[in-house]
Structures are given as C-alpha cells and as structure tokens.
C-alpha cells in the first residue's frame, strides 16, 4: 500500500507507528447526529487524508468573528514576526504557560513552524492572555494542513468562535481556572473513588485537577488525543470532561492499593497518561468516556458561570494562587463540639468548589445557642449555603449540605414547603462514612428532557444560549430544568416553625423537631438514602456552618 501523504512537517518513520492510512478516503454524512456518532466510532480515524478533509469541514463551518484572520494575513505577517531567527530557537508566546511543544511526530521543521504560527496567533489575538492548549491544537493541526497559512487559519477560526453557547478553547486565566473548578466538582460527583484517593494523597487537590487540560493537550499520545479532538470538533468542550474523567478512572483502578505520596501524585498521573497505551486503547478509553452519563450542556455552562462568578468576586483574573480545598480548614482555627478538623476536611472536599475556596463559619451551636429550631434560622438566615451536622446521643454523627438560604422557607406562607437545588447532599461520618447525593446524579434515566431539548445542538450547528438574563442566571441542578416525573425526586430542604426536612418522597432523609431534642431518618426519593444513623433519634448537638471567603475574616 502507498504510504500515506503526510506533509512535509511530519517524520514518517515516527508517524508509521502512531496514525496508518488504512480507512475510508471519503464522507458523504450531512446530518449532525449521524457525523456524531462516526467521530465517536472513529470513522475518519484510520485515514490521514479523511481526517484533513473532515477537519477541514468542521473547522470551516465554526461561526466565526467578522473579521478572522485568514492564511493570507499569516503570509503577510510572518516574515516580520519571526525575522531572521531560527525557528528552532522562537520563544513561545507567554500565553502558553511555559507549555511545550508536544512532538507529535513532527519533525524540526514542522515544531519550528508550531512556533512560528504560534507567535502570529498572538499577534492577531492580543485578548489571549491564558490559552496553554493552544500548542497542543496548532501541532496536531500542522500535521492536517498543507501549509503554515493553512493551519494558522484553522487555529484563527478556533480561536475566533463568536457562538455565545459554544466553547471551544479557554482563551484567559479566569476561564481555564474556573474548567478547573468545574472539572472538580465533577470528579466529585462522578469519580467519588478517585476523589477519595485523591484528597488522601493530595496536599492540594484542587491542583492535581488543575492539571486535568495538560493530561490531553499534552501527555495523551498522538493517536489519542486525535480520536480525542475528532470528537471535540463535533460535540464541543463537554467532550473534554468526559475523557479527562474516563483517564481519572482508570487511573484509580490501576493505581488503587498501590502507594501514592502527595508529592508525585500530579506527576504519577502525567506518566499514566504519557503511557496509557499499556492500559487502555483509544476506543475503550472514548467508550468509557461516553458511559459517563454526565449532566447537560446547559447544566454544565450554569456551573461554569458560577465558578467564574466566584472566581471574579475574588479579584482572580489574571494568573495568580487560589485557596485550595485541602488548606481551607485550620486546625489552628477551627472548632467543634460534632467533628474534628480530619472530618471537617473531608466534608469540605465534597462541597462545590466554589465554596470550597472559602473557610468554615460558625453560625449555630445549640450548645451556645440553645435547643430552638427558630434560633437555628435567625442564625443561618442571609446565608447560602449551609452546612447541617448532627451529632446523636449514641455519638452517631450525619448532617447534609444545604445550597439555599433558609429564609426560602419564608415564601409558602407559613406552610411547609420545599426548596434547594440538586447540590444538596446528605451524609454520615459515625459509625462510617457515606455520602448520598441528588438521585438524579447517578440515575439520570428518572428524567426526560422535554421534547424541543432532546437532543443537544452540537457542531456545526448553532448553539446559542438563551438571550433571557433569568435564566441565563438560574441555579445550577435547579429542579425545574429537568423533567421529572413527580415532585419527590427534587424534595430537597424544608423548614416550618415545628420541623426542619432535608430529602422527602417515601420518607425524609433527616426530620428535626422544633425543640431540636428528637430526630428520625429513614430512605427518601431525592437522596436514594439509607438511614443515616438509628431511625429514631436523640440529639446530643447541633450545628450550622457557613462558608467564610477569607479575604473578609
């Protein structure tokens, strides 16, 4: 068989190994659907010049700025960016992150050319001021293109995507910090295991996921990290999570029971990556990925924009240091009569991260304040969220995350009524540990979407958001953005002058007199709960707890 028309970027020997040319040389799909689930099977995968056709297609149809820089400004640009210095020996725009290069079987000219079209992105794009995957994509897209001007043109379109409800590259600090966030929070929900192993072994381990865009634009092999990007230009950035997670998982499952130490943890993930071919294929690993029943884009863009929020009400905008999760409660500061600072560490390694930037604030203490239901809501109204713990006179310990303000409970007119969002967790620490989240988390077949949204918009059609500004801020896993089939699957939080509920249908995850003296707890429909703790209960103590940004203490 021929050998495949690599360009003149590329080292064949290398490339003989990674990518053959042994698939179909044509596409004749129109429907989205259809091209979706080809990119999944890796229709175009084992073809070179089938992949730099569709590429070529997909990046074409990507709604773009009026005015994108196209090949002929490269053409124009070039010589006066790059002057008379070796390509070999370009700097990389600051950009970057001080990232390198992925190889990617290119050889010494096609890795100066990276560089080289690298510096005039930055010249067209002066609003970059983060963008550390950007090398990853120009190396990977130098190999499809015939030229530099040609892949510089495909890197602008990229980069100049003016689709609001379309994301593609982060392109600012804030942007890439808050995915960071985002990807936190849902290891946390769909990779508990590696979670767990995670804050075990991690100093900080918001910065073991802040590497999470380096695992595959990076560390992931050429083969993969096409089969990777196949997807990504069809199906958008969810695609991103859904892999970096699916490498999470089988790197827990092949690393569990083996030593981690917390200083190599990020390291020893980067390797696993770099040699994933001895664990996964590129197909087991996409197939893993897509099993992951992941929330909605549109749930998803809701969790981004709340941790872009947070991240601004912190002044981060630019490159600068966090608080990390695993630091947020000093032992040196804090105090309980329920738990202890280890516990309180691993609660606070469960809550959204956008709260877990900040440190725990004391707002009730039955044994400072006494036994009363209506001093417990004086004291936690004007604060969201809160965090319930219970201790019982058999020394069993529970309590539940609570993600709205209980003065909500205000507006049913004396009624007992239901509130919350999806966020909402109940657990235990006492006699063991268990967490149970929203149902509709790990069983998201109990909800339909409505018709109109039961399939969503993918490249290369349109995927606009919605121009109304309340929904735009609207609660993420608010309730009413899923079609569930009764009331008591979203039974979050209920408070009346007689009882607190946290978790209702069939039952209540926790009920709490008015007196704060007797308890019970049993299955309910939003948690999927055991009891967490004996039935029928005692109270011994009670506490709320709020969270404190650090910069107002």
Request: aromatic share 10%; with cysteine; proline share 5%.
């Amino acid at each position: 068989m021929d050998s495949p028309g690599y360009n003149c970027f590329v080292d064949k020997d290398k490339m003989d190994a990674a990518i053959q040319d042994l698939g179909p040389k044509e596409l004749s799909c129109t429907e989205l659907q259809e091209l979706k689930q080809l990119a999944r099977q890796g229709y175009w995968a084992q073809s070179h010049a089938l992949r730099g056709k569709v590429y070529q297609r997909l990046i074409r149809d990507i709604p773009c700025r009026t005015v994108t820089p196209d090949a002929s400004v490269y053409s124009d640009i070039v010589g006066k960016i790059v002057g008379k210095h070796s390509s070999s020996c370009l700097p990389l725009p600051e950009f970057v992150d001080n990232t390198q290069v992925p190889s990617y079987c290119l050889n010494a000219r096609g890795e100066g050319a990276v560089r080289k079209i690298l510096l005039c992105l930055a010249n067209q794009f002066p609003d970059i001021s983060f963008c550390p995957a950007l090398p990853a994509v120009v190396a990977l897209l130098l190999h499809y293109s015939i030229d530099e001007a040609e892949c510089f043109e495909k890197a602008c379109r990229i980069l100049a995507c003016n689709d609001p409800g379309r994301r593609l590259i982060d392109q600012s600090f804030l942007a890439f910090e808050s995915s960071c966030m985002t990807f936190g929070d849902l290891v946390n929900k769909y990779c508990q295991a590696a979670h767990k192993l995670m804050v075990a072994v991690s100093e900080d381990v918001l910065q073991v996921y802040a590497d999470w865009q380096r695992w595959l634009f990076g560390e992931l092999p050429l083969c993969y990290f096409a089969r990777v990007f196949d997807v990504f230009l069809v199906e958008g950035y969810k695609v991103l999570y859904r892999v970096a997670l699916a490498i999470l998982k089988f790197f827990h499952k092949v690393r569990a029971g083996q030593p981690l130490e917390s200083d190599s943890v990020k390291q020893d993930i980067r390797t696993f990556v770099r040699d994933i071919a001895k664990t996964v294929s590129p197909e087991k690993l996409l197939e893993k990925a897509f099993a992951i029943r992941l929330f909605s884009r549109k749930e998803i863009q809701l969790l981004q924009m709340a941790n872009e929020k947070a991240l601004k009400q912190k002044g981060i905008t630019v490159k600068q240091k966090r608080q990390f999760v695993h630091l947020a409660v000093h032992a040196e500061n804090f105090r309980s009569e329920i738990v202890s600072v280890r516990e309180m560490r691993d609660i606070w390694s469960w809550v959204p991260e956008r709260f877990a930037l900040c440190q725990p604030l004391l707002l009730f203490s039955s044994l400072q304040h006494g036994y009363s239901l209506a001093r417990f809501y004086f004291q936690c109204e004007g604060h969201e969220p809160t965090l319930l713990l219970i201790k019982t006179t058999q020394k069993e310990v529970c309590g539940a995350y609570l993600s709205t303000d209980w003065s909500e409970r205000n507006k049913f007119g004396g009624k007992l009524g239901f509130f919350g969002t999806g966020e909402c967790f109940v657990f235990r620490l006492q006699p063991e540990v268990q967490r149970y989240e929203w149902v509709v988390i790990k069983h998201p077949e109990l909800t339909k979407p409505p018709p109109l949204m039961a399939a969503e918009p993918t490249a290369p059609l349109s995927h606009s958001a919605s121009s109304d500004p309340a929904d735009r801020l609207s609660p993420f896993l608010a309730a009413r953005h899923f079609n569930l089939p009764s009331k008591t699957e979203s039974m979050f939080m209920a408070g009346g002058s007689d009882c607190l509920i946290v978790g209702g249908g069939g039952g209540q995850a926790l009920y709490i007199d008015g007196d704060l003296n007797r308890g019970r707890t049993s299955h309910c429909d939003t948690f999927n709960n055991q009891p967490l703790c004996s039935e029928n209960f005692l109270i011994a103590a009670v506490e709320a707890w709020g969270f404190q940004d650090p910069d107002t203490q």
